[in-house]
């Protein structure tokens, strides 16, 4: 098993920054990839950005060049520059392994115009 634990998000001036942390415990060892959704109101959840074991990259087109995802030992980050008003939405860390995917609870991240 896995728990994944966020925080960092909050309430943000559009042209903000804003860096989330997503701790995880449990079977560390066993994790494959790590990433962030996000989920707006009335939206479908969609991917952020995702990292891999071989620490390969991968970003949604809306955020490239503004977020950048990291990871350092069990915690993967996500830091967010230049947010917009479209960037509002609660952000989910989620992480793999052999037994399958792994959800934390959510961040709010709101960015004002």
């Known amino acids: 098993q896995v728990q994944l634990v966020e925080s960092g998000g909050g309430l943000v001036q559009a042209g903000g920054s804003l860096r989330l942390s997503c701790a995880a415990s449990?079977?560390?060892?066993?994790?494959?990839?790590m990433g962030w959704y996000r989920q707006a109101p009335g939206k479908q959840r969609e991917l952020v950005a995702s990292l891999s074991s071989e620490f390969r990259r991968n970003y949604a087109d809306s955020v490239k060049g503004r977020f950048t995802i990291s990871r350092a030992k069990n915690t993967v980050y996500l830091q967010m520059n230049s947010l917009k008003p479209e960037d509002t939405a609660v952000y989910y860390c989620?992480?793999?392994?052999?037994?399958?995917?792994?959800w934390g609870q959510g961040t709010q991240v709101t960015v004002s115009s």
């Open positions: 449990g079977s560390i060892s066993s994790i494959n990839a």
């Open positions: 989620t992480a793999d392994n052999y037994r399958g995917d792994y």
